[in-house]
T-cell receptor
């Protein structure tokens, strides 16, 4: 069966510091991978998605970037964190790529920027 | 453009009572519909999905939802809730001509003893 991991689970970082969040998927090949952010009391905002190694699409302009160095690894980064980057970051995966495919979510990373 | 509206931000209900969480969507083409549940400080878990076929969809934990094309709705129901159903519930839609999954703002279900 497929599983998705995210780490760290929680992170407290000062403003201006760098960021690296990691997501890995097991039990499937060539998944589509997604990064979402969930701000307090709000819904989910799609940040990035990837259909393959090195292929990244950005949904909104922001202080963040994403990379996919391996088939089942997706990394979210920032060079300098802002207060507004605080939130709950969720990684998700799907296979197939069609409109009917289902996204499955990881446990999330709680980021607090102080 | 497609959009999703969850009509209630919070739904308080007593244990063993029935509940309905409302979801309406807008799209000019065929859609695929999903309900996810999020327990505190956890990721989203798929409850159920409508892709095609029967408009009444049954999911995990005793939940079901009905796709109503004329009303553009996909309301989630459970005949008898438990304390453990207390969570945030998200409705999501993807239209047949895009790959983007659009989420509603969520509904907090608060089950009281």
């Amino acid at each position: 069966s497929q599983t998705i991991h995210q780490w760290p689970a929680t992170l407290v970082q000062p403003v201006g510091s760098p960021l690296s969040l990691e997501c890995t998927v097991e039990g499937t090949s060539n998944p589509n991978l997604y990064w979402y952010r969930q701000a307090a009391g709000r819904g989910l905002q799609l940040l990035f998605y990837s259909v393959g190694i090195g292929q990244i699409s950005s949904e909104v302009p922001q202080n963040l970037s994403a990379s996919r160095p391996q088939d089942r690894q997706f990394i979210l980064s920032s060079k300098k964190l802002l207060l507004s980057d605080s939130g709950f970051y969720l990684c998700a995966w799907s296979v197939g790529g069609g409109a009917a495919d289902t996204q499955y979510f990881g446990p999330g990373t709680r980021l607090t920027v102080l | 453009a497609q959009s999703v509206t969850q009509l209630d931000s919070q739904v308080p209900v007593f244990e063993e009572a029935p509940v309905e969480l409302r979801c309406n969507y807008s799209s000019s083409v065929s859609v695929y519909l999903f309900w996810y549940v999020q327990y505190p400080n956890q990721g989203l878990q798929l409850l159920l999905k409508y892709l095609s076929g029967s408009t009444l969809v049954k999911g995990i934990n005793g939940f079901e939802a009905e796709f109503n094309k004329s009303q553009t709705s996909f309301h989630l129901r459970k005949p008898s809730v438990h304390i453990s159903d207390t969570a945030e519930y998200f409705c999501a839609v993807r239209s047949s001509n895009t790959g983007k999954l659009i989420f509603g703002q969520g509904t907090t279900l608060q089950v009281k003893p």
